[in-house]
């Protein structure tokens, strides 16, 4: 029973090294699976709008499992490897990741809360391996860091309100009747134009709107900070630990300390 026991134990932490290898290890493999999820998740995303526009059928609802079964898999391996599994479990993207979890498994209730795995995307650009890892394959990722992270936040925001207004109006407001009118609403209203054309009745529409106005707008004025400040280059100072600096600079602003920023062979 005792040598049983200690080959099973052996056996589960095999499988979270391997585990742990895969989303944590700066090693080609995890660099390809972690690259592979980040592209997974775009495609979900694709999949859940474009399946607005046509009538649900078997076709549909069997690719509703195997993403479901698949996103399960993925949130079971990465709960398994956790440190600090209350604390991941207790986390918001946690949340949506179970409801896209259990909308994807119950395809007679349909996508319900599937717009939920944009947010694990923007979780997934912020993921510090990740980040390192772009950071170092591409120059252009280097150079515009900010303003691409504030595109994704700004991008996602939009995708998950128009999700919420699809799926809270589609049934009950002849005003909404697929994704791209949800869309055109929630652009209008983000960006305080208000055609009227489109309106969300009730109070929960009304809530609705006043969280994409104040939201949406803080999103969209930190995207405009992030293209009108000027380019900075990460580089951590050796002596007082400042991050970004001037592309071109020589002496680091905050202590004077000499830096030696390696160039990427760009002007």
């Given amino acids: 029973m005792a040598k049983k026991d200690t080959e099973a134990n052996g056996r589960l932490a095999a499988l979270k090294a391997f585990l ?12 390809r699976f972690r690259y592979f999820l980040l592209a997974f998740d775009i ?23 195997v993403i479901g079964v698949f996103i399960l898999a993925d949130f079971a391996s990465r709960i398994f490897i956790s ?25 007679v209730v349909g996508e319900s809360f599937g717009f939920l ?8 650009l912020r993921t510090y391996h990740l980040l390192r ?22 991008a996602v925001f939009i995708f998950v309100m128009t ?12 005003q909404i009747v697929n994704y791209a009118d949800a869309l055109y609403f929630t652009v209008t209203a983000l960006t305080t ?11 929960l529409g009304r809530m609705i709107t006043v969280v994409i106005m104040i939201f949406g707008v803080t999103l969209f004025f930190n995207l405009a ?26 002496h680091c602003k905050a202590c004077g300390k000499l830096l030696n920023i390696p160039d990427d062979g760009q002007s």
């Fill in 20 to 31: 742990r290898g895969l989303y944590e290890a700066d090693t080609p493999a995890g660099y």
């Fill in 225 to 250: 900070r992030a293209l009108i400040s000027p380019l900075k280059v990460r580089f951590s100072c050796p002596d007082c630990g400042l991050q970004r600096h001037d592309i071109d600079a020589v």
């Fill in 43 to 65: 495609g979900t995303l694709f999949f859940i709008v474009g399946t607005t526009f046509i009538n649900r059928n078997d076709i549909v609802e069997f690719f509703d499992v």
């Fill in 83 to 107: 440190r600090h599994r209350l604390r991941d479990l207790a986390h918001f993207s946690t949340l949506a990741d179970i409801a896209a979890i259990g909308s994807f498994l119950a395809p």
């Fill in 117 to 124: 795995r944009a947010l694990r995307t923007i979780r997934m």
């Fill in 193 to 203: 134009t208000g055609f009227g054309d489109i309106t969300l009745p009730g109070t």
């Fill in 163 to 174: 999700g919420v207004i699809y799926e809270t109006q589609h049934y009950g407001n002849p």
């Fill in 133 to 154: 890892q772009l950071r170092a394959d591409s120059v252009y990722f280097r150079r515009h860091e900010e303003i691409i992270l504030a595109v994704s936040n700004l």
